[in-house]
């Protein structure tokens, strides 16, 4: 039921917002057809999981703060767009557990390693939940950069950049700082070639 769901809201979500702000993808040949996949972007509005979610080519499972799954009608939606909860400012283990569970099952993640939105459009400092999924499974860490600004009819770039390849930096055993700030780096790279 979820996947009929998933797929009716993505189409109504791509009509409404691809004219509105002339959603240009770029790289979506980078993305993986299977297995596990991890996104990581940069946060700059609230509408950044739907356009993330229509520029896409698999479904998304989207970890999204728990205070908007009590607004109404969003409570209801959330699940079934195959969004799930997390507690901000906390280690939220339960969270952390559906993300490894998710990823381990050849899902695709999606994170904004920001933890908030930019309010200066910047790309601020990641928390380390990103390098903690990129360094406790096998998944593909894809980079993702959405270049503004949100104005009707003003054009607005998601550049998918290649999966980054971790095996190095799991063997090295790195800490999950070291690498949300590898997975930052590509996002950084992104979004300056991007402009």
């Known amino acids: 039921m979820n996947l009929k769901f998933y797929t009716f809201a993505k189409n109504i979500v791509k009509i409404v917002l691809s004219p509105a702000f002339r ?21 700059i509005e609230n509408l950044d999981p739907p356009i993330v979610g229509i520029t896409c080519p698999r479904d998304i499972h989207f970890m999204a703060k728990e205070e908007i ?15 799930f909860p997390v507690k901000r400012g906390m280690s939220d ?4 557990r559906t993300g490894l569970s998710l990823l381990k099952e050849g899902k695709v993640l999606g994170l904004f390693p920001e933890g908030t939105r930019s309010k200066s459009g910047e ?12 360094l406790r499974t096998e998944a593909k860490i894809v980079p993702c950069a959405i270049i503004g600004p949100y104005k009707l009819f003003r054009p607005l770039k998601v550049i998918y950049g290649n999966p980054i390849d971790f095996t190095e930096y799991r063997a090295k055993k790195i800490s999950a700082d070291e690498a949300t700030k590898i997975i930052m780096d590509e996002i950084r790279a992104l979004l300056s070639a991007g402009k």
């Open 93 to 96: 283990r339960e969270a952390l």
């Open 69 to 83: 799954f009590h607004l109404p009608v969003l409570k209801d939606i959330l699940p079934r767009v195959n969004a």
């Open 23 to 43: 959603v240009k993808t770029i790289g979506k040949e980078n993305f993986p057809k299977d297995g596990g996949v991890l996104i990581c972007a940069n946060h």
């Open 123 to 134: 790309l601020g400092e990641g928390l380390a939940g990103a390098g903690f999924f990129a």
